[in-house]
């Protein structure tokens, strides 16, 4: 085999590893929009990117036909390449998107590496694991025990631990419907923020959502498109939802 054949086919195995975890992540973890929200977009394409380079390219600077120590020095180069693509894929696991969270008057996204894992054994059985075929959406109601509401308040101020963090805390988004209702705008409001042209094309796209509520994320925020009527999510969109 020649040198180039065997970074081609080390380049090969290299793709079609990084197209699995492309999907995976843009997918399953981080749907649109949510990848542009919390900024992994960069930094996991240019980890892919090293990736899939420098292991085929490294296989061509070091494969020699017949060379005494081929065999260790592929092993070492293969042994590398997965231990900086896992750790990579592990950093970004760590921040993946698990709980889209109603609270009070606006949804947050919460990362994997925000929930206060501390009182998991208060939670509802179904939010004591985070997900990992992508985010829930879940509502956050504060407790009415006032010792409960002091120690959030305090860990908001000084750890920026917040009520969303907390599993304990969370229900089903449906008791928050009337909440939703309350507090959710009209969606024309959008074109006071973006281009117009945009929330145009949102409507026809999604003729079922008449209004909106913010989403607040580690990047930038997002929108959150409702019906009215129904307090139903209907979609998450990349739209400013203030200035």
């Known amino acids: 085999m020649t040198r180039v054949r065997a970074a081609l086919i080390h380049s090969?195995?290299?793709?079609?590893?990084?197209?699995?975890?492309?999907?995976?992540?843009?997918?399953?973890?981080?749907?649109?929009?949510?990848?542009?929200?919390?900024?992994?977009?960069?930094?996991?394409?240019?980890?892919?990117?090293?990736?899939?380079?420098l292991g085929p390219l490294m296989t061509l600077v070091v494969y020699k036909p017949h060379k005494k120590t081929l065999k260790?020095?592929?092993?070492?180069?293969?042994?590398?390449?997965?231990?900086?693509?896992?750790?990579?894929?592990?950093?970004?696991?760590?921040?993946?998107?698990?709980?889209?969270?109603?609270?009070?008057?606006?949804?947050?996204l919460v990362q994997a590496y925000q929930v206060d894992t501390r009182n998991l054994d208060e939670a509802t059985e179904a939010y004591r694991s985070l997900p990992w075929r992508g985010p829930r959406w879940v509502a956050a109601i504060r407790p009415e025990d006032a010792g409960k509401r002091n120690k959030l308040l305090m860990e908001s101020l000084v750890?920026?631990?917040?009520?969303?963090?907390?599993?304990?805390?969370?229900h089903p988004i449906s008791v928050a419907a009337e909440s939703i209702k309350t507090h959710a705008k009209s969606i024309d409001t959008l074109a006071l923020y973006n281009e117009e042209a945009a929330v145009e094309h949102v409507k026809r796209k999604w003729p079922g959502a008449?209004?909106?509520?913010?989403?607040?994320?580690?990047?930038?925020?997002?929108s959150v498109l409702v019906n009215s009527s129904t307090s139903k999510v209907v979609v998450i969109v990349d739209l400013a939802p203030w200035d």
Not at 76 to 101: D, H, K, N, S
Not at 210 to 222: I, N, Q, S, T
């Open 210 to 222: 008449d209004a909106y509520l913010p989403m607040m994320a580690k990047v930038r925020p997002l």
């Open 72 to 108: 260790f020095d592929l092993a070492t180069i293969i042994i590398l390449q997965i231990a900086a693509f896992g750790y990579g894929i592990w950093i970004v696991a760590e921040g993946r998107p698990v709980w889209l969270v109603y609270n009070a008057d606006r949804f947050d």
């Open 159 to 170: 750890a920026g631990v917040d009520l969303p963090h907390h599993p304990e805390y969370f």
């Open 12 to 53: 090969g195995f290299s793709a079609a590893i990084a197209i699995v975890a492309v999907f995976i992540v843009f997918q399953v973890w981080y749907p649109a929009p949510l990848h542009r929200a919390v900024g992994v977009t960069e930094i996991f394409l240019m980890l892919v990117g090293i990736d899939v380079v």
